[in-house]
Antibody, heavy 121, light 106 residues
C-alpha cells in the first residue's frame, strides 16, 4: 500500500524560504518510471503543479516558479524535499505531494493528505 | 504554455448523466487524466490515459478524448459524486491541470 505524507511549517513569513518534506512508503524512488510530484492549491482555487522528481534524479519544474523551486530526493530515507524561496502571501495554499506511476502515464495515482501553509507577517 | 479550460460548474439530477469537458489545443493527441476532489480532501484519480479506471473506481465513471475536447462522463449520478473535478495532461515536460469543475447533484 502506497502512502505519502507532507510535513513542514504551517506559517512562514514573507521573503522566507519554505521547506516541505514528503515521506512515503510502499514504493521505491529508485524503481524505473516512478516519480514524486508537488502540487498546491490556494484556498478555493484550482490545483497547480509545482515540481516533480523522477527515479533517475531527472527534475521538472513549473516554468512560472522554476527560479524559486528546488526538488531533491533521499532514496534511503524515502523522502522528497521541496524548497520554495522568497515566499509571498499569494503562496498561501495546501501543498500536496503525489506518486507518479509508470503505468498511469504521467498521472498522479496516490496523493498525500496535504499540508496547509500560510504566508503572513 | 498549454492551457486546459473547464466549465465552472455542472449540475446533474440524481440518477442522470453528467458530462464534464476539458478543452485544450489538440488535446486529443495527449493523455488526459481526471481527478475528483471532495471538500477538505486530497484529489483522487478517477480516470487515467483518457478512459482507464484505477482499481476501485466505479464503472459509472468513463472518459473520452478527441480533437480539442476531453470528456469525463458520470453515469447514474449519485449524491456522493458531488465534488470538484480536474483534468490534467503532460505537455512539454510539464504537468498541467485544468481550471476545475464543480459538480452538483440535484
Amino acid at each position: 500500500q502506497i502512502t505519502l505524507k507532507e510535513s513542514g511549517p504551517t506559517l512562514v513569513k514573507p521573503t522566507q524560504t519554505l521547506t516541505l518534506t514528503c515521506t512515503f512508503s510502499g514504493f521505491s524512488l529508485s524503481t524505473s518510471g516512478v516519480g514524486v510530484g508537488w502540487i498546491r492549491q490556494p484556498p478555493g482555487k484550482a490545483l497547480e503543479w509545482l515540481a516533480l522528481i523522477y527515479w533517475d534524479d531527472d527534475k521538472r519544474y513549473s516554468p512560472s516558479l522554476k527560479s524559486r523551486l528546488t526538488i531533491t530526493k533521499d532514496t534511503s530515507k524515502n523522502q522528497v524535499v521541496l524548497t520554495m524561496t522568497n515566499m509571498d502571501p499569494v503562496d498561501t495554499a495546501t501543498y500536496y505531494c503525489a506518486h507518479r506511476s509508470p503505468t498511469t502515464h504521467d498521472a498522479f495515482d496516490i496523493w498525500g493528505q496535504g499540508t496547509m501553509v500560510t504566508v503572513s507577517s | 504554455s498549454y492551457e486546459l479550460t473547464q466549465p465552472l460548474s455542472v449540475s446533474v439530477a440524481l440518477g442522470q448523466t453528467a458530462r464534464i469537458t476539458c478543452g485544450g489545443n489538440n488535446i486529443g493527441s495527449k493523455n488526459v487524466h481526471w481527478y475528483q476532489q471532495k471538500p477538505g480532501q486530497a484529489p483522487v484519480l478517477v480516470i487515467y490515459r483518457d478512459s482507464n479506471r484505477p482499481s476501485g473506481i466505479p464503472e459509472r465513471f468513463s472518459g473520452s478524448n478527441s480533437g480539442n475536447t476531453a470528456t469525463l462522463t458520470i453515469s447514474r449520478a449519485q449524491a456522493g459524486d458531488e465534488a470538484d473535478y480536474y483534468c490534467q495532461v503532460w505537455d512539454s515536460s510539464t504537468y498541467v491541470f485544468g481550471t476545475g469543475t464543480k459538480v452538483t447533484v440535484l
